[in-house]
C-alpha cells in the first residue's frame, strides 16, 4: 500500500498547486490514500469550512491541522457539527474542545486506516501530553486496523524525534508538521515506523514560512503589530511517499517528494 502525505497547505498558492499537481502525482506515484495538513490554508491562518470541502473534494482522504484550526472562528461549528470527521484538530487539546483527533476508515480498496493528529508542547502552547494521548488513542483503534499514521504537529525537533521512537512499531508514520521547513531526515525506524521530523511547506518558498518577507523582516527589527500577507514566488508542493504491508502496519520504505510549480502555471 502506498501513502502520500503533503505538508501544510499555506494559502491560495498551496491550495492552487495541490489542485494543478495532484492528478500529476497520481499518475506517476499512484497513492492508495491521500493526506494532508490543511490549518494554514485560508491565507496562512487557519481553514474555512469552503475550504476543507474544496480540498477533501480533490480526493485527499483526511485533513490534519494544528495550532492554527482555530484562526477562522467558523471553523468551531464545523468541527462539532461534521458528519465524516475528515478535518482533524490535534487531539491533546482538553475534553470538550470542539472536534476529533482521530480518523478511522478504510480506502476505497476497502483496506483500514487510521489518522491521528496530535500537537507538541515545547515552545508551543501548553496542552495535555502528546504521548499519553497517542497510548490512549491507540487503545481505542480496532486491532484489525494495523496501518496508523501520526500527524505531530510541533516546534521542537527533540519533541518530534522521542514521539517517534516513543511509538516505533505501535505507528506506521510519525511525520512533524508545522515549522513550514522540510527535513531531510526520513528513515524507517527498527521496528518498523517511518519517520520524519517536518514534511515541510506546501506554499511559497520565496518567503518567510509562508508569509512576504519584508513584513516579517521588518517585525524583527522594529518589534511593532504588523500585518503580514501570503508570499506568492517559488511555489512548491512538499510530501512524503510511504510504502507499507498492510499485513502488518509496519512502513517499508519512506521517501520526500518535493515539486516545483511549472513555469507555465505561474
Known amino acids: 500500500m502506498r501513502i502520500l502525505f503533503i505538508g501544510d497547505i499555506f ?13 500529476l502525482l497520481r499518475q506517476e506515484l499512484q ?15 487557519g481553514i474555512t469550512p469552503a475550504l476543507v470541502e474544496e480540498l477533501l473534494d480533490l480526493d485527499i482522504a483526511v485533513l490534519t491541522s494544528g495550532n492554527h484550526i482555530w484562526d477562522k472562528k467558523e471553523i468551531y461549528s464545523y468541527l462539532r457539527e461534521q458528519v465524516n470527521g475528515r478535518l482533524l484538530r490535534p487531539a491533546n487539546y482538553p475534553p470538550g474542545t470542539p472536534g476529533r483527533g482521530l480518523f478511522v476508515g478504510k480506502t476505497p480498496a476497502g483496506i483500514g486506516y487510521a489518522v491521528i493528529n496530535l500537537q507538541g508542547r515545547v515552545f508551543m502552547p501548553a496542552l495535555d501530553c502528546p504521548f499519553r494521548k497517542a497510548d490512549a488513542l491507540l487503545g481505542s483503534i480496532p486491532g484489525d486496523v494495523k496501518i496508523r499514521i501520526v500527524d505531530f504537529h510541533g516546534e521542537a525537533t527533540s519533541e518530534k524525534q522521542a514521539l517517534g521512537w516513543y511509538l516505533d512499531g505501535q505507528v506506521t508514520a510519525v511525520l512533524g508538521t508545522h515549522t513550514h521547513v522540510p527535513t531531510a531526515d526520513e528513515t524507517v525506524l527498527p521496528q518498523g515506523t517511518a519517520y520524519l521530523t517536518d514534511l515541510g511547506m506546501t506554499g511559497p518558498y520565496e518567503s518567510i514560512i509562508g508569509m512576504e518577507r519584508q513584513g516579517v523582516i521588518q517585525k524583527f527589527l522594529d518589534q511593532l503589530p504588523a500585518r503580514f500577507e501570503v508570499a506568492k514566488g517559488d511555489v512548491r508542493l512538499s510530501a512524503a511517499l510511504l510504502d507499507v504491508d498492510p499485513q502488518s502496519g509496519h512502513a517499508l520504505s519512506i521517501a520526500r517528494v518535493l515539486r516545483k510549480y511549472p513555469q507555465s502555471l505561474r
Open 11 to 23: 494559502g491560495q498558492p498551496g491550495r492552487r498547486i495541490v489542485k494543478e499537481t495532484l492528478p
Open 31 to 45: 497513492p492508495d490514500l491521500i493526506l494532508a495538513n490543511a490549518e494554514n490554508a485560508a491565507a496562512g491562518f
